[in-house]
């Protein structure tokens, strides 16, 4: 099966400019995730959708960070304006709704640079 | 937050040789996984093991979870050139819980 695609797979940006980042999940994977990895450091989680609704985003900076998950398939992170503080690799998952297995399929990451 | 602390942060080993990393975590889990990263393949999914068990084998990978001590590790025996990576232990807190919470990492380099 085709795993979890993700775009563009790097970004370069001055700071204050704006960027997205767009991930299509495992065909009929219900759950998607988007994590941020700063350099040296393991994914932290900033927003979870279910289908097409948000499940958990309370480590999201949601006064510039912004996501969104239309008809529950494909799905788009979005910085506006963007920090220095913010350039880290942006990984999106995606897992299938199961209660008793949670394993996360992660796609390849998008490295952003913030000048 | 990340739960997950992995020990030692660096590992360098030489091929052949097994490898062993340690996580430490500080709440209640419903299971562990593990995930390995390299700059080929992004970051895989290992081996998951569940709060109610002990010790579990996926090819030459042992993990072992001790939840009295809050504690995982995973062992790699025979390492190869092309087990360097970063490996993350990862924690889910609830049975319908879907979130991960990952640590920092060891960094795994095997010497050919």
């Known amino acids: 099966e085709a795993g979890v695609a993700q775009s563009p797979r790097y970004k370069i940006i001055e700071k204050r400019q704006s960027v997205a980042f767009w991930c299509n999940p495992i065909s009929g994977h219900a759950t998607l995730y988007w994590y941020q990895q700063i350099l040296g450091q393991g994914p932290k989680l900033l927003i979870q959708f279910q289908n097409n609704g948000v499940v958990d985003d309370s480590q999201l900076p949601k006064d510039r960070f912004s996501a969104e998950r239309l008809k529950g398939v494909d799905s788009t992170l979005k910085i506006q304006p963007a920090k220095l503080e913010d350039s880290a690799v942006y990984l999106c998952?995606?897992?299938?709704?199961?209660?008793?297995?949670?394993?996360?399929?992660f796609g390849p990451g998008t490295r952003l640079t913030v000048l | 937050s990340q739960q997950g602390e992995e020990d030692p942060q660096a590992l360098s080993i030489q091929e052949g040789e097994n490898a062993t990393m340690n996580c430490s975590y500080k709440?209640?889990?419903?299971?562990l996984q593990w995930y390995r990263q390299n700059s080929g393949r992004g970051l895989v999914h290992l081996i998951l093991?569940?709060?109610?068990?002990r010790e579990k084998h996926s090819g030459r990978l042992r993990v072992t979870l001790d939840t009295s001590k809050k504690s995982s590790s995973l062992l790699i025996t025979a390492s190869r050139a092309a087990d360097t990576a970063s490996y993350f232990c990862?924690?889910?807190?609830?049975?319908?819980?879907?979130?991960?919470?990952f640590g920092k990492g060891t960094k795994l380099s095997v010497i050919p």
């Open positions: 990862a924690t889910a807190l609830g049975a319908g819980s879907y979130q991960l919470t």
């Open positions: 709440t209640s889990i419903n299971n």
């Open positions: 998952a995606s897992s299938a709704r199961d209660r008793l297995i949670n394993e996360q399929f």
């Open positions: 093991i569940r709060s109610n068990e």
